[in-house]
């Protein structure tokens, strides 16, 4: 590890229940007899960046976690044992279509004062908890929480650390927007920020580079995709190459703010693959075909690998 990823990891808070979170992990790669298990790792919705250590105020970004969690979905579908580390509060799979205030919208009294679901949602409410159960039964989806950067850089190292028996077989999705800018632990101050101190002055620093080490030292052996957003499109797929050079990405899925849920752009050594929600279906989304794909790619990589 480098010095700025040292010092990030030993002045971060120590993780909340680290040990409950590896035997998890332990566990979870374990139940595999075949070892021949693909296992991905999906990180969904953005991290917080606290401005206190009894934080009251966080700097937050925009991301939703619906990519993390349909993309999870399909995964799932295509025989993979997903580990979702995801942002708390955002998107879940199996519930993408439901309301979400599900539980006062999807439910109502009966005569007898009985609880049932409204015929309007009957059908969604029976999927998503059809769907949920098959997957908690089969053992195949492990969900880890984060909320601050802090939390998900630690959880992240632990899964990649855990994973890299897997070899090839391990993927590692990142579509979690994660934060750039942090402030270090130990310069952070303990209490809420008073505003009559006047105008607020702060200084952020530089979260270290972490895909570097994840791609080149924590888990050298699996298959990286990572996420590129961009407001500006001029400039999108050029930035997205530069990051699959620069941390030896397998590809890097370019995506621009307001149309990430119509098309993305699947950046390879070699190729620019757009890939489109089919608009002639209601309900579609972008994730299924992008995740067809990828599985494809990630086929390809293990057979190489084995030769
Ligand atoms: O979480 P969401 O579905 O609202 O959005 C997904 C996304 C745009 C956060 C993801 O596709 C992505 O690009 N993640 C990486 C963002 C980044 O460049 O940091």
Known sequence: MDSETESFFESAPPLKERDIISEKLKQFIQNDDTNRRRVVCVTSGGTTVPLEQRCVRY????????????????????????????????CQPYCRSLPDNAFLECFEFTHESNIQVRETYS????????????????????????TTIFEYLQILQMIA???????????????????????????????????????????????????SVL?????????????KLETDIKIL????????????????????????????????????????????QAGSDVESPLIELLVGRHSVYIKDSNT
């Open 59 to 90: 700097i937050d970004n925009f991301s939703s976690g619906y990519r993390g969690a349909a993309s999870t979905e399909y995964f799932v579908k295509a025989g993979y044992a997903v580990i979702f580390l995801y942002r708390r509060g955002t």
């Open 237 to 280: 797929l050029e930035k997205a190459d530069m990051a699959r050079k620069k941390y030896e990405m397998h590809a890097v899925v370019a995506n621009e703010l307001l149309t990430r849920k119509e098309e993305v752009v699947v950046v390879t050594d070699n190729e620019k693959i757009p890939v489109h929600r089919d608009r002639s």
């Open 215 to 227: 791609r080149k030292k924590w888990a050298p052996m699996a298959f990286f995709i990572s996420f």
């Open 161 to 211: 650390v855990t994973t890299r028996s897997l070899g090839p077989h391990a993927m590692f999705y990142l579509a979690a927007a994660v934060s750039d800018f942090y402030v270090p632990w130990e310069s952070m101050v303990e209490h809420k920020i008073q505003s009559a101190s006047g105008p607020l002055d702060m200084r952020l620093v530089q979260v270290p580079k972490m895909l």
């Open 123 to 146: 059908e969604a409410v029976k999927k998503a908890i059809r769907d949920h159960h098959a997957v908690v039964e089969r053992g195949v989806l492990l969900k880890l929480p984060f």
